[in-house]
């Protein structure tokens, strides 16, 4: 496939056979068929535990790597609009898509990454969590919203607010896999169990595709003991469900937004942003 052709002006071409995906990604076996587009939530309910960080840099690797890729800003703080380097006032929005007043393709902008799209967020989002509550089967809103998006991205992922309110529902229930970041310290787990739960009630009442696909050591001081009885602990509770990569805490990760840009942009060869590629290649290979 001509990376040429992925062209980011052109968000109706489908670039998910993974060819492009195994050329970056060399440890990535080529699926012989063309794949379904992925929709993946960032979810936990902790804020500041490295959802958007890692929402928009796995992002922008797969989308880099020549799969077209969507994301959508389902925050009202708008981080990872403005981490993109787009403003928090564009309409149409995510708020728009699900007040059913537009649709996701006219809502999408195009970023400065190439391949990578970004519905984005706005501070009037937040009036969605009292509004969408009062519509029978509000928690399939976002779902009816993607429908007919598939085809023009490989991946789409929804980088949640943190809470589990009706904003986080509706993105558990249109996604079909989980990445939970958890932020390397004492209470990493704490708030997890309720997370667990809101997740296996969603599976049985809206959408049993649902899974975890991993959860991921974010902002990690391997020097401190601490960070390495956390990583342990979590090796051993969580098994196969922790991916291998963990997120180093790295300076040019913090700096990163504020220039509109992934720390994978930024500076690609920082350690955060070396980390974050080798996340995309774990998640790229879970097909
Ligand atoms: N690996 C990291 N190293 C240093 N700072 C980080 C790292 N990951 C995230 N941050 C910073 O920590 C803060 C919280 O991260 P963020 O991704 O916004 O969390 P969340 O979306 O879960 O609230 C942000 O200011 C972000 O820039
Ligand atoms: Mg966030």
């Not at 960080?53 to 969507?70: D, I, P, Y």
């Not at 990454?113 to 976002?142: K, Y």
């Not at 050591?217 to 990569?245: N, S």
Request: net charge negative.
């Amino acid at each position: 496939m001509n990376r040429s052709s992925a062209t980011p002006t052109n968000p109706s071409f489908h670039t998910g056979t993974g060819h492009d995906l195994d050329r970056a990604f060399p440890t990535v076996a080529a699926p012989r068929v063309a794949r379904m587009t992925r929709i993946y939530a960032i979810a936990n309910q902790k804020g500041g535990v490295g959802k958007t960080t890692t929402a928009v840099n796995v992002a922008a690797c797969v989308a880099a790597a020549g799969s077209s890729t969507l994301l959508l800003d389902m925050d009202p703080q708008c981080n990872a609009t403005v981490g993109l380097g787009l403003s928090k006032a564009i309409t149409p929005n995510v708020y728009d898509c699900l007040a059913g007043r537009s649709t996701v393709a006219e809502a999408a902008c195009e970023t400065a990454v190439p391949g990578l799209w970004i519905v984005p967020s706005t501070p009037d989002l937040a009036a969605a969590n009292m509004e969408l509550p009062r519509v029978p089967g509000f928690e399939s809103t976002l779902r009816e919203a993607l429908r007919g998006i598939d085809e023009r991205f490989a991946y789409v992922l929804l980088d949640c607010p943190p809470s589990l309110g009706p904003l986080t529902v509706n993105a558990l229930v249109a996604a079909e896999r989980v990445l939970v970041p958890l932020q390397s310290e004492y209470f990493a787990l704490e708030g997890l169990a309720g997370l667990l739960d809101t997740l296996s009630l969603i599976k049985q009442q809206f959408n049993p595709r649902l899974t975890v696909a991993g959860m991921i050591l974010t902002m990690h001081d391997a020097r401190t003991r601490l960070a390495q009885d956390v990583e342990r602990d979590l090796r051993t509770h969580f098994r196969e469900l922790l991916f291998e990569t963990v997120i180093p805490r790295n300076v040019r990760v913090g700096e990163s937004p504020s220039y509109g840009l992934p720390v994978v942009s930024y500076d690609p060869s920082c350690a955060g942003a070396t980390a974050y590629a080798s996340l995309a290649r774990e998640v790229a290979a879970l097909g």
